[in-house]
């Protein structure tokens, strides 16, 4: 947590000494505090938040997540805040894109798209040596629901099956099984591109792609097989 504040100027070492009277004044009332002053620093909710996201933005990823753990503990209904939330999803797609670039082989590219609309991959993995295209997809609920309208769903699939890759890749943090089936089984549908699942833990903790992609490859290159097991959560 220490990391989040490092810094040259008189900002970070407040923050830290903020936060930390935070903590202490909860302690003492036992209630969540908004905003506290000390001298001429305030800070308040919104603004642990608004650092939270533009660390997010910014590719800090471990700050982001580090201040997304402190707001947590100060506010407990921090989990359904939709800011917070908004940041969480930008953490997670933040590590799917840290994790493909850690899962290229020598002499692959990783093709970063971060400002991808629905049904786009966040990133492509060109594989080589014949340069096949891996699109990976971050999955997940903007809400805490777990779930994504059929609305949605249909219009992802339809985006997805125009993109230009051989094979896609769905990494799970928080979308409910049934509705990672109906995306897989409709980019699938009549002879569609293999869809490979990779289910994480949580959107805060990453694991190793590159067997997920390994297996991909497989079919991609080898006789297909269209039957789809769904990891389980």
Same mark, same amino acid.
């Given at each position: 947590? =220490?990391?989040?504040?490092?810094?040259?100027?008189?900002?970070?070492?407040?923050?830290?000494?903020?936060?930390?009277?935070?903590?202490?004044?909860?302690?003492?009332?036992?209630?969540?505090?908004?905003?506290?002053?000390?001298?001429?620093?305030?800070?308040?909710?919104?603004?642990?938040?608004?650092?939270?996201?533009?660390?997010?933005?910014?590719?800090?990823?471990?700050?982001?997540?580090?201040?997304?753990?402190?707001?947590?503990?100060?506010?407990?209904?921090?989990?359904?805040?939709?800011?917070?939330?908004? =940041?969480?999803?930008?953490?997670?797609?933040?590590? =799917?894109?840290?994790?493909?670039?850690?899962?290229?082989?020598?002499?692959?590219?990783?093709?970063?798209?971060?400002?991808?609309?629905?049904?786009?991959?966040?990133?492509?993995?060109?594989?080589?040596?014949?340069?096949?295209?891996?699109?990976?997809?971050?999955?997940?609920?903007?809400?805490?629901?777990?779930?994504?309208?059929?609305?949605?769903?249909?219009?992802?699939?339809?985006?997805?099956?125009?993109?230009?890759?051989?094979?896609?890749?769905?990494?799970?943090?928080?979308?409910?099984?049934?509705?990672?089936?109906?995306?897989?089984?409709?980019?699938?549908?009549?002879?569609?591109?293999?869809?490979?699942?990779?289910?994480?833990?949580?959107?805060?903790?990453?694991?190793?792609?590159?067997?997920?992609?390994?297996?991909?490859?497989?079919?991609?290159?080898?006789?297909?097989?269209?039957?789809?097991?769904?990891?389980?959560?």
């Amino acid at each position: 947590m =220490v990391a989040v504040f490092i810094s040259e100027n008189q900002a970070g070492s407040a923050t830290l000494v903020v936060i930390g009277a935070l903590f202490l004044l909860m302690a003492v009332s036992g209630r969540t505090i908004e905003s506290v002053r000390i001298g001429d620093w305030e800070f308040t909710m919104s603004e642990l938040r608004r650092q939270a996201a533009e660390q997010a933005h910014s590719g800090q990823t471990d700050q982001a997540q580090a201040m997304l753990d402190v707001l947590k503990q100060l506010d407990p209904a921090a989990d359904r805040d939709p800011a917070v939330q908004a =940041v969480e999803i930008t953490v997670f797609e933040n590590r =799917v894109v840290d994790a493909v670039e850690a899962a290229r082989s020598e002499g692959e590219q990783v093709e970063r798209h971060p400002n991808s609309g629905l049904g786009e991959p966040l990133a492509v993995l060109v594989a080589q040596p014949d340069g096949v295209r891996i699109g990976v997809f971050a999955a997940y609920a903007v809400d805490d629901s777990g779930h994504i309208s059929a609305t949605s769903s249909d219009s992802f699939v339809r985006r997805a099956r125009e993109v230009d890759c051989a094979a896609y890749l769905f990494v799970n943090g928080t979308l409910h099984q049934e509705d990672l089936a109906r995306l897989v089984e409709g980019i699938q549908r009549d002879g569609g591109r293999p869809v490979g699942i990779e289910n994480w833990v949580s959107i805060a903790q990453s694991a190793p792609l590159r067997p997920a992609i390994d297996r991909l490859l497989a079919r991609v290159r080898g006789p297909q097989d269209d039957r789809v097991t769904i990891p389980g959560q």
